[in-house]
Nanobody, 122 residues
Framework: QVQLVESGGGLVQSGGSLRLSCAAS????????MGWYRQAPGKQRELVAT???????SYADSVKGRFTISEDNAKNTVYLQMNSLKPEDTAVYYC????????????????WGQGTQVTVSS
């Protein structure tokens, strides 16, 4: 019923920029918070940034000052602007939606996108 579709990943040189997008679709009334996570090979998935609907943002220390999360509530879309990319930012980036109200009920689980690869070459 709810789908998250990411786009914008790719290959970029160190110091470059990328912008990720994630659009949520389905019978969505509202979303409490959306965020981005990433998983590098051989590592656990980690939080990158989150944004609460109309509210505050939070970032992992490793991306503060370089990444910016934003949202378009009307489109149920979240963005991640990534600047000054480093090779250690290489990972599959996943979009997350938390507290999604669907067909009048709040979902008890989070929704995830399929992931988009970001590769930063040195």
């Amino acid at each position: 019923q709810v789908q998250l579709v990411e786009s914008g990943g790719g290959l970029v040189q160190s110091g470059g920029s990328l912008r990720l997008s994630c659009a949520a679709s389905g019978s969505i009334f509202s979303i409490n918070a959306m965020g981005w996570y990433r998983q590098a090979p051989g590592k656990q998935r980690e939080l990158v940034a989150t944004i609460t609907s109309g509210g505050p943002t939070s970032y992992a220390d490793s991306v503060k000052g370089r990444f910016t999360i934003s949202e378009d509530n009307a489109k149920n879309t979240v963005y991640l602007q990534m600047n000054s990319l480093k090779p250690e930012d290489t990972a599959v980036y996943y979009c997350n939606a938390h507290g999604v109200v669907v067909d009048g009920f709040i979902a008890m689980h989070d929704y995830w996108g399929q992931g988009t690869q970001v590769t930063v070459s040195s």
